[in-house]
Nanobody, 123 residues
Framework: QVQLVESGGGLVQAGGSLRLSCAAS???????MGWFRQAPGKEREFVAT????????YYRASVKGRFTISRDNAKNTVYLQMNSLEPEDTAVYYC?????????????????WGQGTQVTVSS
């Protein structure tokens, strides 16, 4: 069983930065981790994913170059550094633990989800 707890969300002005953290309990060091987000009235969408070792990452096009996903397996923690934030990034951000070592952009390949953390970017 894996439990995930996100933190680091908040209100920031456009152009600002936030770093989200996802603390995991249980065995997560060998499985992929991902970040997803859901804006009001919209479906949940993929943001970024990282493989079990951290050697492979993948991003949705709109955040590539602005967001960085990383992990510290010794601390069982995954991070999402978000720079140059835009109002369109406003959403609840969810951390998820995958089913295997390999990263995936599909939420159907993730079995465990955190409760989410709100990110609001003002213009």
């Amino acid at each position: 069983q894996v439990q995930l707890v996100e933190s680091g969300g908040g209100l920031v002005q456009a152009g600002g930065s936030l770093r989200l953290s996802c603390a995991a309990s249980g065995r997560t060091f060998s499985i992929s981790m991902g970040w997803f987000r859901q804006a009001p009235g919209k479906e949940r969408e993929f943001v970024a994913t990282i493989s079990g070792s951290g050697s492979s990452t993948y991003y949705r096009a709109s955040v590539k170059g602005r967001f960085t996903i990383s992990r510290d397996n010794a601390k069982n923690t995954v991070y999402l550094q978000m720079n140059s934030l835009e109002p369109e990034d406003t959403a609840v951000y969810y951390c998820a633990a995958g089913r295997s070592y390999y990263s995936s952009s599909s939420e159907f390949n993730y079995d465990y989800w955190g409760q989410g953390t709100q990110v609001t970017v003002s213009s």
